[in-house]
């Protein structure tokens, strides 16, 4: 599948899916986190980046009614999508029917510590012009590495001429184990995405993959597919909130215990 992009990208939109089931934390945007629900606390970080509009996608009138109520924006979607780019494709395709936006940077929803730099982070990933897509990996620690709940990433790096500069290489492999094998660094991957629309909505149309449903990574559809995945580096991941000791430790570290 050739969705090469020959220029950068000029009109992007930053969307936050955010669902309200979860398995292991029920309930989890509305989690109180220092006073706020959580998906505020990201809507927030995605406003400070003031880069691009941002929007909430959900599936529950109560998220919405949160991003509301700040003075953000919300935008209903079905509850049985199947992941959360299929959730941002619905809807980018509900509020710009007209594809005005050519640029899809798609954050989570569980990450309350964003770094507003993120989004910046990946537009700039974008401008390797060979990429479908663009994502963010940071070094893993040790612990990180043995956890099956960090995804770790095959990453590629281009050389790199100005040393202080971010790092921007090409994603190879993304797994739950510890990869790659041997002495080589290992990548700690953090699930944000910067979409083309068109290689979005390319994506979106074809089913799982076999290393996707495998691995239950769904961006290895994208690598299956033939779509390159550039990768920038960032010096840290945002605590992403996966289980209730998760939630817990955020609350220490937002409330500055």
């Not at 990201?42 to 941002?54: G, Q, S």
């Not at 395709?93 to 954050?107: M, Q, R, V, W, Y």
């Not at 995804?151 to 993304?174: E, L, M, N």
């Not at 910067?194 to 691995?215: D, N």
Request: net charge negative.
């Amino acid at each position: 599948m050739n969705c090469r992009i020959m220029s950068n990208p000029t009109s992007p939109v930053i969307i936050i899916p955010a669902r309200m089931a979860a398995s292991r934390l029920p309930d989890k945007p509305l989690a109180d986190l220092a006073g706020k629900p959580m998906i505020q606390h990201v809507w927030e970080r995605a406003v400070e980046a003031d880069l691009a509009p941002v929007w909430v996608a959900t599936d529950h009138a109560d998220i919405a009614a949160v991003i509301q109520d700040a003075g953000g924006k919300a935008v209903m979607t079905r509850a049985d999508h199947p992941s959360g780019s299929d959730r941002v494709f619905e809807a980018a395709e509900t509020i710009d029917p007209d594809h005005c936006h050519d640029a899809i940077l798609n954050l989570q929803g569980d990450l309350p510590e964003l770094d507003p730099a993120v989004p910046h982070a990946l537009l700039a990933a974008m401008a390797n012009q060979d990429a479908a897509l663009a994502t963010l990996v940071t070094p893993a620690s040790d612990e990180e590495v043995a956890r099956e709940q960090v995804v770790k990433a095959v990453v590629t790096w281009a050389p790199q001429p100005d040393p202080s500069a971010s790092r921007i290489g090409t994603a190879h492999y993304f797994s739950r184990a510890a990869v790659p094998t041997g002495p080589a660094p290992k990548y700690h991957h953090i699930g944000v995405y910067g979409w083309w629309r068109s290689a979005l909505t390319a994506f979106v149309a074809l089913p799982p993959s076999p290393l996707e449903l495998s691995e239950r990574l769904e961006q290895l559809r994208a690598i299956e597919a033939g779509m390159v995945i550039a990768v920038a580096e960032i010096d840290q991941a945002p605590g992403g909130i996966d289980t209730p000791d998760d939630l817990d430790a955020a609350r220490l570290r937002l409330a500055g215990t």
